[in-house]
């Protein structure tokens, strides 16, 4: 009999630690919505002790949603557990997650601890945890460069404290898959009481094997895989939920577990967090990408047209992929648009439709045919929950192959409007200046892509931009036929996260009294693994 592997969501955790990813307080609250209508079984929230920001976050998530098992991660000590409890307290299931380094390179270079050492740690932080919950999962990080007699020295202290899930992790994507497996194999063989304590995988893509890992660990014993959606976090990723669950869904025929994900809700996840993040995938990204399903070649066309299974291992529709067929015009309603944002996995409230059907009537008065492509591009643009923000009035710039551009911009706030203009070398440059002064925030790109969404001439430009303000990174995007101008909506959505998360770290320094950012405990406490 297949047995269920767990499904452990670490997009708001590990993935969020990764560059251009960083979401705010509502952008986490969305995608846990969504992480729970799809259907995972942990989620985990954040890593409290991080940040206020991320403190805030797993409570709102540990409040809100209540069918997964919430997770808050602390390294092996007081502070960080106290914190993680805190935060997430309220949950329905509260899990704590707790973890410390055990290969001698970390203990030699990063931890300066013996063996010992680390052993009585494992074994208090963990008894610590459970003294409030009786949901402790402990990880042995770098456990995939631990020497393994040493390794079952720690798991066994870790289950002896109390834990209740030994998640073993390849933190730096340096495993093959029969060491992998074999890790495993023996620690479940080795490490008395073992039983009840449930075995996790969690590996990373720096040589492309995280996939393959987490399957090796699957057959090794392992029945909770730790994941992300599109595979984003630290360095080159975390192994990609939907590639997990799909690849464990279409063959089931020869691995002994099954998932209980909602599959047809995988697009919409990577959709949202694209969404959120700015951060997009590749068109060939497996089970997700826009070219996951495409058909280029004749022969394989013809061979998908004469029955899919040809060239198809599993259907667009398994995984929520919405087929690209033409299906509005600027006549259609918005009861059809409602209908077709369903069918793509977008749940509009009543404001949010409005929104869209006015962005959408609008594009239809510029082009004929609106795509799929377009009203995704439409939901990523339109939509801003932040408060207090700056919305593009007017634009305007004037550009020429010899010497600089102008860009005027009015923008609103509060009823109330702010005009001003700046020249730089580019009209790019210049409204992102001209936006700067009325924001008062000056930022600088970090990096800027152009792609084209919806197929032909007819498309539109949709532009991806993450900038630094104050020394931090924030995203933003936008859809438009001008390049320009979607660059300069792009540009405004980051200006205004920036002007709201920097405020609310300055309130919440105000009244804490200290110095509590992100990038003071990057520098201190390397987090995460
Ligand atoms: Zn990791």
């Known amino acids: 009999m297949p047995e ?95 973890f410390l380094a055990t290969s001698d390179i970390h203990l030699q270079y990063k931890l300066h601890k013996t063996r010992e050492e680390i052993l009585k740690q ?78 996790s995988t969690h590996t990373h893509d720096d040589l492309g094997m995280a996939v393959a890992n987490t399957l090796a660990g699957i057959r090794g014993g392992a029945r909770q895989v730790e994941c992300t959606i599109n595979g984003i976090g630290e360095r080159a990723g975390n192994a990609a939920l939907e590639e997990i669950v799909m690849a464990i869904y279409v063959r089931r025929d020869v691995l002994p577990v099954f998932t209980e994900i909602h599959t ?67 006549h259609s309603g918005r009861h059809a648009l409602s209908k077709r944002y369903e069918e793509l996995g977008y749940q509009l409230t009543k404001p949010e439709l409005e929104r869209a059907y006015e962005l959408f009537t609008r594009l239809g008065d510029q082009k004929k045919n609106v795509y799929d492509e377009d009203l995704i591009g439409i939901v990523n643009e339109g939509f801003e929950h932040l408060p207090e923000m700056f919305t593009l009035k007017l634009f305007q710039t004037v550009s020429s192959s010899a010497g600089r551009s102008t860009a005027t911009v009015e923008l609103e706030k509060d009823g109330e409007v702010f005009h ?49 303000f104050q020394g931090r990174e924030f995203t933003g995007r936008s859809t438009s036929h001008n390049v320009v101008e979607a660059a300069a909506r792009a540009y405004l959505q980051a200006a205004n996260k920036a002007t709201y998360e920097l405020k609310r770290a300055a309130e919440s320094a105000a009244a804490t009294g200290s110095v509590h950012s992100n990038e003071m405990v990057d520098r201190f406490f390397p987090g995460g693994y």
């Open 4 to 98: 269920k592997a767990f499904i452990f969501d670490t997009t708001l955790r590990d993935g969020e630690q990764s560059p251009g990813c960083s979401m705010n307080l509502e952008e986490k609250l969305a995608m846990a919505r969504q992480l729970d209508r799809l259907g995972v079984d942990i989620l985990e929230a954040g890593f409290p002790i991080a940040s206020e920001g991320d403190s805030e976050a797993v409570k709102a998530i540990a409040a809100e949603i209540r069918r997964p098992i919430v997770a808050a991660l602390a390294r092996a000590n007081q502070l960080d557990i106290d914190r993680a409890w805190a935060a997430v307290k309220e949950a329905e299931r509260p899990r704590i997650h707790t």
């Open 420 to 468: 001003d203009s700046a020249t730089a070398e580019g009209p790019c440059d210049a409204a992102f200046c001209a936006i700067d002064r009325i924001v008062g925030v000056p930022g600088t790109i970090a990096d800027f892509s152009v792609h084209t969404v919806g197929p032909g001439t007819d498309g539109v430009a949709e532009v991806s931009i993450r900038a630094r």
């Open 122 to 199: 494992i074994s208090w932080a963990v008894g610590y945890a459970r003294s409030f919950c009786d949901n402790v999962e402990f990880s042995p990080e770098d456990a995939g460069r631990t020497d393994r007699s040493y390794l079952i020295e720690c798991c066994h202290a870790a289950v002896e404290a109390g834990a209740t899930v030994l998640n073993l992790p390849d933190t730096v994507g340096y495993c093959m898959e029969p060491e992998y497996e074999q890790m495993f194999a023996d620690v479940k063989a080795r490490v008395p009481g073992m039983d009840g304590v449930m075995l």
């Open 264 to 330: 047809e809700e995988l697009f919409a996840s990577s959709q949202l967090l694209t969404r959120v993040t700015g951060v997009a995938v590749q068109r060939n990204k497996a089970i997700v990408g826009r070219n996951a399903f495409a058909h280029e070649a004749g022969i394989h066309q013809d061979g998908v047209l004469k029955k899919a299974i040809n060239y198809e291992i599993m259907t667009p529709q398994t995984v929520g992929m919405p087929a690209s067929e033409i299906v509005l015009g600027k």
